[in-house]
């Protein structure tokens, strides 16, 4: 499985980016798919998750209402749509795939139950 990410960039605050993050390889709709972020300094920490295809989806409490994600498995593609963007979500934004089907609210927060990352792409915004 490999997962490429893609679509960051360079954005001014209050603007909007959506990344992308396309899968290739054996998938499966019922894996959790999630982002995740590392700024400069910091540990990777967890953004949004879509738990599998029509299931919950669950945010980090600094982006909710601001990002979205969903997926799209006829084209094997999940998507974060980023709005009212702020100078702190820039950060190296990096897509996930878990096997574990059945994470909790919690457990698929956690980066150590993600099997498979994709390269990351940088976001940016300026004040």
């Known amino acids: 499985v490999q997962l490429q990410a893609y679509g960051g960039g360079l954005v001014q605050a209050g603007g909007s980016l959506r990344l992308s993050c396309a899968a290739s390889?054996?998938?499966?709709?019922?894996?959790?798919m999630g982002w995740f972020r590392q700024a400069p300094g910091k540990e990777r920490e967890f953004v949004a998750v879509i738990t599998r295809s029509g299931g919950p989806t669950y945010y980090a409490d600094s982006v909710q209402g601001r990002f979205t994600i969903s997926r799209d498995n006829a084209k094997n593609t999940v998507y974060l749509q980023m709005s009212s963007l702020k100078p702190e979500d820039t950060a190296v934004y990096y897509c996930?795939?878990?096997?574990?089907?059945?994470?909790?609210?919690?457990?698929?927060?956690?980066?150590?139950?993600?099997?498979?990352w994709g390269q990351g792409t940088l976001v940016t915004v300026s004040s």
């Open positions: 390889g054996r998938t499966s709709s019922s894996w959790p």
């Open positions: 996930a795939a878990s096997r574990a089907i059945g994470l909790g609210q919690v457990t698929t927060k956690r980066t150590g139950n993600y099997d498979y």
